[in-house]
T-cell receptor
């Protein structure tokens, strides 16, 4: 089955640090990947849609300068949390789906980001 | 705002019992999907039901879809302790590729 690899799985760093999270589709090409944020015991909130070779589409309220997304190839999208602060601490999850309609999304295992 | 609302928010049952969780959504859809999330992990796709389907089975899972009521249900039969997880429905509103997730149901199956 389709596999999405996300790393790192856990990051603990000081306030002001920038953190990069990678999302890779291992055995299929993903023209579109999605980045979500999840708070404890809550649902996934879509942050942005990452499109290969073009700019990401951000959801309302998500700062594009804060959360930089790059989708340079059909198998890799990155999310960089710039100058992270404690309020950015959260669980970040990426997903990707194959081409065509009615395709399920395949998720990475998530990244637990803790900003001290 | 979130597309989906699920109920119950939390459900605790004994092993062997059936678990039913419901999802409601707001706009027209092409399909509806159910996912499972174990604590601290990513989501695992369980089942996809298209908008022209009314019921679908996969192993111990049974999903129904009522597009007139904009609702779906997930039934897990003969539950096991390993079924303990959060369950989410997700829908891509027609004309979009974005998936909007419901609020989720936290299921606990007691051995």
């Amino acid at each position: 089955g389709a596999v999405v690899s996300q790393h790192p799985s856990r990051v603990i760093c000081k306030s002001g640090t920038s953190v990069k999270i990678e999302c890779r589709s291992l055995d299929f090409q993903a023209t579109t990947m999605f980045w979500y944020r999840q708070f404890p015991k809550q649902s996934l909130m879509l942050m942005a849609t990452s499109n290969e070779g073009s700019k990401a589409t951000y959801e309302q309220g998500v700062e594009k300068d804060k959360f930089l997304i790059n989708h340079a190839s059909l198998t890799l999208s990155t999310l960089t949390v710039t100058s992270a602060h404690p309020e950015d601490s959260s669980f970040y999850i990426c997903s990707a789906s194959g081409t065509g309609s009615n395709q399920p999304q395949h998720f990475g295992d998530g990244t637990r980001l803790s900003i001290l | 705002s979130q597309q989906g609302e699920e109920d119950p928010q939390a459900l605790s049952i004994q092993e062997g019992e059936n678990a039913t969780m419901n999802c409601s959504y707001k706009t027209s859809i092409n399909n509806l999907q159910w996912y499972r999330q174990n604590s601290g992990r990513g989501l695992v796709h369980l089942i996809l039901i298209r908008s022209n389907e009314r019921e679908k089975h996969s192993g111990r899972l049974r999903v129904t879809l009522d597009t007139s009521k904009k609702s779906s249900s997930l039934l897990i039969t003969a539950s096991r302790a390993a079924d303990t997880a959060s369950y989410f429905c997700a829908t891509p509103p027609s004309g979009t590729y974005k998936y909007i997730f419901g609020t989720g149901t936290r299921l606990k199956v007691l051995a």
